[in-house]
């Protein structure tokens, strides 16, 4: 991950509370400066748009004037927005759109459109939409043009007096959303690549974005995106929900300026610092601190798997080899406050990610990066599908997918999931000690008796797995031993059976020293 990218993940994890800077349009009050500059606006349209990009030599929009880059991070944070300034605000829309001002980490803008009866009219900037503390220097008024650095969805979600934000575009081609009453967590992506690799990632910029008006009783919002960078350009159409999960409907058709090898799609970021697998790394009061706490495939043959997330010392990639996979996530299984103890953070409240594939995407790999890191203002953890075969330069390739903000994974297999994972050393011998925790089920009421143990590992032998009923949480736990010697790192594998059928989704982990 780039400096650039550990700088607006700081940013997003500071602001998107509600703190950021934005400046909004009032209403549909026409304004002479742009009311005659529209243009007819339709998802082909946007299609031709990228596809005549990608033809040409990528060049990188300007940035923005060096005083809204020397902002500092007090300087920006005081740059404030009101709500009566947003777009549609005081009409009988059911959505309204917040801006998020340029500056300090967001050095290019982006332009944003209304789209009404096809006709997509630029959204303006100007600074005298901002409120301004006393923090904020002069700023240069050439930059009334620039544009914005993201948006802001909201909409009525119960609250008596205001539309509720939900759901935020911003940063490269990133954005974040939640289901009614979460807290901000991870982020989806546009597009990824190269992550992990020796030569850098690169990310992808949504450079313009149109916002469809919605009617007065409409439910869902459509933003469409076009997406730029040097290897690839892109027409996104987002159809999105909210509720107490929210929805999102992705279409994204690509074409690659060049072969596109290492890339990801549908990716998502997060954090994990640490939990009960490598507490003993850190001096801290909280027993636990991630956004998410574990990777969830529900793999093409059906197979469902839960792989526990790591904070390793060096960069580790695992890719889990699949044919036309039915959903993969990040996702938060430690549900209760006690099991962070963070009044302010509320990590107990995040949502997790689902992926889960429109049509066909044949051969590839679920892939996971997880990065080292000291702190838990890092993203360090990256999820993606990566495609077997590269996509070719001057291919159009059409995506599909939908996105599950929530806090269950949506899928029909019920089979008890893992509800936490524990390591340490083993007090008698060598060695260490997994204890794996499953959540109750009708499959265990004949006690742990009636069920198989299955562990094993393709580098160590792994002792007699011994289940016992759990009072606190009324399932199963697993615990068993291995000893990695010399080796730097083991793989793990563990499930429950009963009656020679699957009793538990799978359990996979990497073990390093």
């Known amino acids: 991950m780039t400096r650039s990218a550990i700088s607006a993940r700081m940013t997003r994890r500071s602001l998107l509370g509600g703190a950021a800077a934005a400046a909004l349009l009032q209403g549909l009050a026409p304004n002479p400066a742009w009311a005659t500059a529209g243009s007819e606006f339709s998802r082909d349209a946007l299609i031709d748009m990228a596809r005549d990009l990608a033809s040409r030599a990528y060049k990188p929009r300007d940035m923005v004037p060096e005083d809204w880059q020397n902002l500092t991070y007090d300087q920006y944070r005081d740059i404030r927005f009101p709500r009566k300034n947003a777009l549609w ?39 005298d939409n901002f409120n301004k503390g006393k923090l904020v220097p002069d700023l240069i008024k050439t930059a009334e043009t620039l544009g914005y650095s993201g948006l802001r969805l909201r909409t009525d979600l119960g609250h008596p007096e205001f539309k509720t934000e939900f759901c935020v575009f911003q940063g490269a081609s990133y954005f974040r959303a939640i289901g009614i009453g979460q807290t901000y967590g991870l982020s989806g992506r546009g597009l990824a690549l190269r992550t992990g690799a020796p030569e850098g990632e690169e990310f992808p910029d949504f450079v313009k974005f149109w916002l469809e008006a919605p009617g007065s009783d409409q439910k869902n919002m459509v933003v469409h995106a076009l997406m730029d960078s040097p290897s690839v350009t892109g027409a996104y159409r987002f159809d999105i929900t909210p509720g107490p999960d929210c929805i999102m409907d992705v279409e994204a058709t690509l074409f690659p300026r060049v072969e596109l090898d290492n890339v990801g799609i549908g990716p998502l970021t997060s954090m994990f610092l640490f939990d ?33 997330l790591a904070n390793p010392l060096q960069l580790q990639i695992s890719s889990f080899v699949d044919n036309n996979p039915r959903g993969f996530g990040l996702m ?74 929530g806090a269950e994974a949506p899928i029909q297999d019920k089979l008890p999931k893992v509800l936490n994972t524990a390591m340490g050393r083993k007090l008698f011998g060598e060695g260490r000690v997994v204890v794996i925790d499953f959540e109750d089920s009708p499959l265990f009421d004949d006690g742990p008796e009636a069920i198989d143990v299955h562990t094993r590992s393709p580098h160590v032998e792994t002792s007699e797995g011994v289940l016992q009923r759990n009072p606190a949480t009324g399932g199963l736990r697993l615990a068993f031993s291995f000893d990695p010697g010399e080796r730097r790192h083991v793989e793990l594998r563990a499930q429950l059976r009963k009656d020679g059928k699957k009793a538990s989704e799978v359990w996979l982990y990497r073990w390093t020293a």
């Open 332 to 405: 938060q299984r430690a549900r209760e406050l006690a099991d962070y103890a963070d009044l302010e953070a509320l990590y107990h409240n995040r949502p997790g990610l689902w992926v889960e594939p429109k049509g066909d995407w044949g051969k590839g790999a679920v892939t996971l990066v997880e990065i080292p890191t000291a702190e838990e203002i890092y993203d360090n953890i990256v999820a993606y599908w990566r495609p077997a075969e590269p996509m070719q330069a001057g291919q159009q390739v059409d995506l599909a997918y939908r996105l599950t903000w």
């Open 276 to 308: 009960e697998t490598n507490r003993h790394r850190f001096d801290d009061f909280r027993p636990a601190v991630h956004d998410n706490d574990g990777l969830m495939m529900w793999n093409g043959n059906g197979e469902v798997i839960w792989r526990p």
């Open 89 to 127: 605000a005081g009409t009988d829309r059911s959505y309204e759109v917040d801006f998020f001002a340029p500056g300090l980490y967001f050095a290019r803008a982006t332009k944003i459109y209304s789209v009404e009866s096809d006709m997509a009219e630029p959204v303006p900037f100007t600074l």
